[in-house]
Nanobody, 129 residues
Framework: QLQLVESGGGLVQPGGSLRLSCKAS????????IGWFRQAPGKEREGVSC????????YYSNSARGRFTISRDNAENTVYLQMNSLQPEETGVYYC??????????????????????WGQGTQVTVSS
């Protein structure tokens, strides 16, 4: 069983920055891609970014590309999401999730919530003046 814990959320003014962290623990024998998702009030959860276990492959949504950067420290089992130039419409609960990668593949992760196996509890991000 894999556990994920997010941190780093908070209140930030429009145009500001935050760095989210996702710490994994538990039984980690397989390789996992890690994704970040956002759920705004009254809306469906949507993919923001993800990174493969090899660090070779990343994905960004159209709105995140160019402003957000995902990174990963496998020695610390931690994935980070640096978010810059945040806007009020990006307010929501941010979740990280893990997708088991098929063995022996150069895996490309994405933003489909249905393929992720484990989820954290989320961290609130509020962008407001």
């Amino acid at each position: 069983q894999l556990q994920l814990v997010e941190s780093g959320g908070g209140l930030v003014q429009p145009g500001g920055s935050l760095r989210l962290s996702c710490k994994a623990s538990g039984f980690i024998s397989d390789t996992y891609a890690i994704g970040w998702f956002r759920q705004a009030p009254g809306k469906e959860r949507e993919g923001v970014s993800c990174i493969s276990s090899s660090l070779e492959n990343t994905y960004y949504s159209n709105s995140a590309r160019g402003r957000f950067t995902i990174s990963r420290d496998n020695a610390e089992n931690t994935v980070y999401l640096q978010m810059n130039s945040l806007q009020p419409e990006e307010t929501g609960v941010y979740y990280c999730a893990a997708e088991r990668e098929p063995a022996g593949t150069n895996w490309y992760c994405g933003g489909d919530v249905r393929v992720y196996d484990y989820w954290g509890q989320g961290t609130q991000v509020t962008v407001s003046s």
